[in-house]
């Protein structure tokens, strides 16, 4: 038996209705807020993401999904949203008519990292990014949407962590001294920090391993080493934050495992997932539409974890399960064709039914009318077809009522049912 790959998984009926429950609160809200969503493609070229995330990032040297095309060429399914989403923005020059732009996603992304609890090789993201806003505001605003998100959502037990990873201008001295620190760490260090230390340094202040975190504990803080332009920038989304009444904890160690990210970083935990408490995160990426060769413009965002996500809201199955309205059990091949005509008819209606296509006995056919939990059953066999008339039972009461075979069934039908209904 052919089985699924490891890493992904299959969203079942019963799942797929808290999916597009969590879609749909997600869609109103961004639109609400002037978003707009973008469709972006599940391959690029490779070098969109090695170019963006940077080539030293667990993502790009372990992670995706790399392979080339019957031509040769380098292609990758997408590891994460943002630098897509960029791309399209430079390559439409959407920026020409109005460079403020307001755009959102919601799909698969593909990581070949260890399958654990939460997290897949094929998962899911709701992304939020803003390009062309500088002002502080609107990285207090992002922060404010997400949280209203989660509320929406019903999910509990939640903290924003938020941190400034600086600029090009101040970020230098930082590294020189976390440098420093590192080189007297070297021995207490997992195997990736010791590469990191000197690829990518500042990636060993996220680092998940015990040992590490220990050694790491008394790092220099980047908050230290912000320029005036930044800190000033830092204090202002803090005063916004405090104003729209959002808490919030200031996390030295907090930082994205991109290289395109500047400035404000943050993400939404909650210890409702264990040991990966991350269920959202997002920041700044001043920098990433010049690196990309578009115009030197500001941008931020923050991406979702789907399928965290869906592990933690207060939504239940049975609260979208759907059962047909009605369930016809027709008995011959002749009432069976006039069920057959119904059930269409009726589906257009908006009204669910179904029936047995097998030609099974009465008793048979209630029995599956029972299962599926049809609120009504329209019985219709010999006698009825001679009498004229179909028997509607209410499954619920038991109580019965007589709907005359003819031209204007359809509409009987639905006239008995949807005021029982209400």
Known sequence: MIQLIRGFKDILPGEVEIWQEIERVARTLFEDFGFKEIRIPIMESTELFARSIGEHTDIVEKEMYTFPDRKGDLITLRPEATASVVRAYIQHKMYAADPVRKFYTIGPMFRRERPQKGRYRQFYQINAEVIGVDAPYIDAQLIFLLTTLLDRLKVTDVAVHINSLGCPECR????????????????????????????????????????????????????????????????????????????????????????????????????????????AGGGRYD?????????????????????????????????????????????????????????????????HTEMDMAGRSLKSQMKQADRSGAAFVLIIGESELASGTAILRNMRTKAQSPVPIDANTVKAIIAHIRPLET
């Open 287 to 351: 920098g990433l539409v010049k690196m990309l060769d578009g115009p030197d413009t500001p941008a931020i965002g923050f991406a979702v974890g789907f399928d965290r996500l869906v592990e933690i809201v207060g939504l239940r199955q049975a609260d979208f399960e759907k059962t047909p309205q009605l369930f016809i059990a027709a008995l011959g091949e002749t009432c069976a064709e006039k069920a057959f005509d119904w059930v269409c008819r009726l589906g257009l209606a908006g009204v």
């Open 172 to 279: 230098p001295a930082f590294r020189e001294a976390l440098t420093v620190l590192l080189d007297g760490k070297k021995e207490n260090l997992c195997a990736d920090c010791l590469r990191r230390s000197s690829t990518n340094p500042l990636r060993v202040l996220d680092c998940k391993v015990p040992a590490c975190r220990e050694a790491m504990a008394d790092a220099p803080s980047l908050l230290d080493y912000l320029c005036d332009g930044c800190a000033k920038h830092f204090a202002s989304v803090q005063g916004s934050l405090n104003e729209l009444g959002v808490p919030f904890v200031i996390d030295k160690q907090l930082v994205r495992g991109l290289d395109y990210y500047t400035r404000t970083t943050f993400e939404i935990q909650t210890g409702a997932l264990g040991a990966q408490s991350a269920v």
